[in-house]
């Protein structure tokens, strides 16, 4: 029961760190394109990619130590 309940727990993990990874891609890219391109500044880019960034590392080790750091084979 408790070994379901905390494979559930780390697929969402690593879900949330995907999701985080993606977001924050795209919250530069968005930056760039706004800055480069469109040439208006978009000042909470910067801001929010730093917190994508800490909540993706959070969750990236959390999952790591859940997995002994080693990758499955």
Do not use: H, Q
């Not at 905390?6 to 800055?35: G, P, Q």
């Not at 208006?40 to 990236?60: D, K």
């Amino acid at each position: 029961m408790l070994d379901r309940l905390d494979n559930i727990f780390v697929k969402i993990e690593r879900t949330i760190c995907v999701i985080t990874f993606l977001a924050m891609v795209a919250v530069v890219l968005w930056s760039v394109l706004c800055r480069r391109v469109l040439m208006i500044p978009f000042l909470a880019g910067e801001e929010l990619t730093r917190y994508l960034a800490i909540y993706s590392i959070f969750f990236g080790t959390s999952v790591a130590v859940k997995e002994k750091g080693t990758r499955r084979r």
